[in-house]
Protein backbone atom coordinates (compact mmCIF):
# COMPACT_ATOMS: atom_id res chain seq x y z
CA UNK A 1 0.00 0.00 0.00
CA UNK A 2 0.81 3.59 -0.91
CA UNK A 3 -0.15 6.88 0.68
CA UNK A 4 0.38 9.73 -1.23
CA UNK A 5 -0.49 13.35 -0.62
CA UNK A 6 0.46 16.92 -2.66
CA UNK A 7 0.21 19.91 -1.65
CA UNK A 8 1.41 23.29 -2.59
CA UNK A 9 -1.36 24.20 -4.70
CA UNK A 10 -3.11 27.62 -4.75
CA UNK A 11 -3.98 30.70 -7.01
CA UNK A 12 -1.19 32.78 -8.90
CA UNK A 13 -0.96 34.87 -11.85
CA UNK A 14 -0.07 33.72 -15.33
CA UNK A 15 3.71 34.11 -15.40
CA UNK A 16 4.30 33.24 -11.82
CA UNK A 17 5.46 30.07 -10.26
CA UNK A 18 4.50 27.18 -8.06
CA UNK A 19 5.81 23.99 -6.76
CA UNK A 20 4.02 21.24 -5.64
CA UNK A 21 4.73 18.44 -3.36
CA UNK A 22 3.63 15.43 -3.15
CA UNK A 23 5.13 12.97 0.11
CA UNK A 24 5.07 9.06 -0.06
CA UNK A 25 4.82 6.71 2.29
CA UNK A 26 4.26 2.83 2.92
CA UNK A 27 6.82 1.53 0.29
CA UNK A 28 10.44 2.22 -0.70
CA UNK A 29 9.86 5.46 -2.22
CA UNK A 30 12.84 4.77 -4.86
CA UNK A 31 11.16 1.64 -6.24
CA UNK A 32 8.42 3.65 -7.48
CA UNK A 33 7.79 6.21 -10.71
CA UNK A 34 6.05 8.52 -9.70
CA UNK A 35 4.12 10.95 -12.19
CA UNK A 36 1.84 14.72 -11.82
CA UNK A 37 -1.64 14.55 -14.12
CA UNK A 38 -4.40 16.77 -14.25
CA UNK A 39 -8.08 16.99 -14.53
CA UNK A 40 -9.38 20.50 -15.31
CA UNK A 41 -13.61 21.39 -15.07
CA UNK A 42 -15.59 19.10 -18.04
CA UNK A 43 -11.94 17.29 -19.14
CA UNK A 44 -10.24 14.35 -19.30
CA UNK A 45 -7.20 13.84 -16.68
CA UNK A 46 -4.27 14.29 -18.85
CA UNK A 47 -0.37 13.09 -18.07
CA UNK A 48 2.10 16.58 -16.94
CA UNK A 49 5.33 14.34 -15.99
CA UNK A 50 6.93 11.30 -15.34
CA UNK A 51 10.00 10.86 -13.37
CA UNK A 52 11.98 6.94 -12.78
CA UNK A 53 12.82 5.74 -9.56
CA UNK A 54 16.19 6.91 -9.30
CA UNK A 55 15.44 10.23 -11.04
CA UNK A 56 17.50 9.70 -13.85
CA UNK A 57 14.65 9.99 -16.76
CA UNK A 58 11.99 12.28 -16.89
CA UNK A 59 9.53 13.23 -18.86
CA UNK A 60 6.93 15.52 -19.99
CA UNK A 61 4.37 16.28 -22.33
CA UNK A 62 4.75 19.27 -24.83
CA UNK A 63 2.93 21.85 -23.54
CA UNK A 64 4.85 22.26 -20.18
CA UNK A 65 8.11 21.13 -21.83
CA UNK A 66 10.15 23.80 -20.71
CA UNK A 67 8.11 25.83 -18.07
CA UNK A 68 7.73 22.40 -15.23
CA UNK A 69 10.20 20.38 -13.89
CA UNK A 70 10.02 17.35 -12.12
CA UNK A 71 12.01 16.12 -9.18
CA UNK A 72 12.39 13.78 -6.13
CA UNK A 73 14.23 13.53 -3.21
CA UNK A 74 14.22 9.77 -2.45
CA UNK A 75 15.43 10.48 1.12
CA UNK A 76 12.08 12.30 2.04
CA UNK A 77 10.19 10.22 -0.17
CA UNK A 78 8.53 13.13 -2.19
CA UNK A 79 8.25 14.01 -5.96
CA UNK A 80 8.21 17.87 -6.81
CA UNK A 81 6.72 20.23 -9.80
CA UNK A 82 8.11 23.14 -10.00
CA UNK A 83 6.04 24.85 -12.66
CA UNK A 84 7.51 28.44 -13.72
CA UNK A 85 5.63 30.48 -16.29
CA UNK A 86 2.27 29.41 -15.71
CA UNK A 87 -0.70 30.01 -18.18
CA UNK A 88 -4.25 30.03 -17.37
CA UNK A 89 -4.75 27.11 -19.25
CA UNK A 90 -2.37 25.37 -16.53
CA UNK A 91 -5.26 25.60 -14.40
CA UNK A 92 -6.76 22.23 -13.18
CA UNK A 93 -6.43 20.11 -10.25
CA UNK A 94 -3.09 18.16 -10.22
CA UNK A 95 -2.69 14.62 -8.77
CA UNK A 96 0.63 12.49 -7.96
CA UNK A 97 0.63 9.13 -8.86
CA UNK A 98 2.65 6.26 -8.13
CA UNK A 99 3.32 2.69 -10.06
CA UNK A 100 5.21 -0.22 -8.42
CA UNK A 101 7.87 -0.05 -10.86
CA UNK A 102 10.85 2.10 -11.19
CA UNK A 103 10.25 3.00 -14.74
CA UNK A 104 8.56 5.69 -15.45
CA UNK A 105 5.11 6.23 -17.75
CA UNK A 106 2.96 8.92 -19.22
CA UNK A 107 -0.28 6.53 -19.49
CA UNK A 108 -1.92 6.96 -16.27
CA UNK A 109 -3.83 3.59 -16.48
CA UNK A 110 -0.21 2.02 -15.23
CA UNK A 111 -0.13 3.75 -12.28
CA UNK A 112 -1.08 2.38 -8.99
CA UNK A 113 -1.71 4.56 -6.52
CA UNK A 114 -3.18 8.48 -6.16
CA UNK A 115 -3.36 10.81 -4.39
CA UNK A 116 -6.61 13.69 -3.87
CA UNK A 117 -4.93 16.12 -5.87
CA UNK A 118 -4.19 19.75 -5.10
CA UNK A 119 -6.08 22.64 -7.30
CA UNK A 120 -3.75 25.16 -9.37
CA UNK A 121 -5.77 28.00 -10.32
CA UNK A 122 -3.86 31.07 -13.03
CA UNK A 123 -5.11 33.89 -13.47
CA UNK A 124 -4.86 35.84 -16.07
Known amino acids: QVQLVESGGGLVQAGGSLKLSCAAS????????MGWFRQAPGKEREFVAAISGSGSSKYYTNSVKGRFSISRDNAKNTVYLQMNTLKAEDTAVYSC?????????????????WGQGTQVTVSS
Open 97 to 113: AARTSSTGTSSERRYDY
Open 26 to 33: GRTFSSLA
